[in-house]
């Protein structure tokens, strides 16, 4: 009911901003998928607490075999990283990784970054996408640069 409410007043406020209003409502009418697909995100997700309310909106109007975890880990962590490039790379990375499987499990490593380190692999999927997004920062710069180094060293 609150939730509700709130989605129902956001959504009227933005149409008192033309330009988010035909964005935001082309795009969340359709989905977390639709949100995901293009150029569009990037100007919405810059407003990162618009994208997080976005996703409190769809998953609370939307039956719940049409919102997946998958989806909802991906649009988290577009939040995360507002730049479009980056997460195309962070998207492959965790994609070759693990499939976006919080469960998943390699040997020793474990979660959606395939880390070694079982405090992580208690985490949910959220706070994994964390993990993986401070670890690969540190580690390497940037996404795209993990992706590179993915590469050169034969790991897909």
Same mark, same amino acid.
């Given at each position: 009911m609150v939730l509700n409410k709130l989605c129902t007043g956001v959504i009227h406020r933005l149409w008192d901003s033309p330009k988010m209003t035909l964005n935001v409502a082309r795009y969340l009418t359709k989905g977390v998928r639709s949100i995901l697909a293009g150029e569009p995100l990037m100007r919405i997700a810059r407003r990162r607490s618009l994208?997080?309310?976005a996703v409190l909106c769809i998953v609370g109007t939307t039956p719940a075999k049409a919102v997946s975890q998958t989806d909802l880990l991906k649009l988290y962590a577009h939040s995360r990283l507002v730049s479009m490039n980056q997460f195309k790379c962070f998207d492959a990375l965790i994609t070759k990784e693990s499939n976006w499987r919080v469960d998943?499990? +390699?040997g020793s490593h474990y979660g959606i970054g395939q880390m070694r380190n079982n405090t992580y692999r208690r985490l949910d999927g959220f706070n994994q996408v964390d993990w993986?997004?401070?670890?690969?920062?540190?580690?390497?710069?940037?996404?795209?640069?993990?992706?590179?180094?993915?590469?050169? +060293?034969?790991?897909?």
């Open positions: 994208v997080l309310l998943a499990k +390699n993986s997004i401070r670890y690969i920062t540190k580690r390497y710069g940037s996404m795209c640069n993990g992706w590179r180094f993915f590469k050169a +060293n034969g790991y897909h």
